[in-house]
């Protein structure tokens, strides 16, 4: 399967801390995106990086890319209380898109 | 701008009847896409148009469910019957055409089959 994995599942920080999560993919892509979803919400477009990428800013927000290693980090920097949500990648192959399983962020006040 | 609609937000169905979920893209968007969210999981796309004609349905369990997307903007996604495991939550999604580019999602429906 195509579908991306995250890792942690589950993350717990400090308002203020960085937060990192991490995706890993099996087989070739195009390019690979973040999403954020708030409980209960559809998901958000953070940022996309494409394969021949290796690190994209936006904002507190910065993905790295490694298609040798077939795996791809989000860092957020600064964690606010509201950047608690699952965070899912997607990795991307034409027409094709996958989602993972999915981070879930709390970020404590 | 306005973003992508969906309605109903929430069902709840006995197992065996059926149910059908409305969705409006973003104005101008040709690609729209339907995905599954089990609880916990990321979502599984069920079905991708352009325009008004399918790209892929590779994962759509034909048997129950059903999609159209008449006139190429509204789409209309059906499950006939239900059974316990299509609980879920069903996103809408759109972009601007097929391909890699982001795509913007509705809030979803939350379907609970009892």
């Known amino acids: 399967s195509q579908q991306g994995e995250e890792d942690p599942q589950a993350l717990s920080i400090q308002e203020g801390e960085n937060a990192t999560m991490n995706c890993s993919y099996k087989t070739s892509i195009n390019n690979l995106q973040w999403y954020r979803q708030n409980s209960g919400r559809g998901l958000v477009h953070l940022i996309l990086i494409r394969s021949n990428e290796r690190e994209k800013h936006s904002g507190r927000l910065r993905v790295t890319l490694d298609t040798s290693k077939k795996s791809s980090s989000l860092l957020i920097t600064a964690s606010r209380a509201a950047d608690t949500a699952s965070y899912f990648c997607a990795t991307v192959l034409g027409n094709q898109f996958y989602f993972g399983t999915g981070t879930s962020l709390t970020v404590i006040p | 701008e306005a973003g992508v609609a969906q309605s109903p937000r929430y069902k709840i169905i006995e197992k065996r009847q059926s149910v059908a979920f409305w969705c409006n893209p973003i104005?101008?968007?040709?690609?729209l896409y339907w995905y599954q969210q089990i609880l916990g999981q990321g979502p599984k796309l069920l079905i991708q148009?352009?325009?008004?004609?399918?790209?892929?349905d590779s994962q759509l369990p034909k048997d129950r469910f059903s999609a159209e997307r008449l006139k190429g903007v509204d789409s209309t996604l059906k499950i006939q019957p239900a059974k316990l495991e299509d609980s879920a939550v069903y996103l809408c999604?759109?972009?601007?055409?097929?391909?890699?580019?982001?795509?913007?999602f509705g809030p979803g429906t939350r379907l609970t089959v009892t």
């Open positions: 104005s101008g968007h040709a690609t």
């Open positions: 999604a759109s972009s601007l055409m097929a391909g890699p580019y982001e795509q913007y």
């Open positions: 148009f352009q325009n008004n004609g399918v790209v892929d």
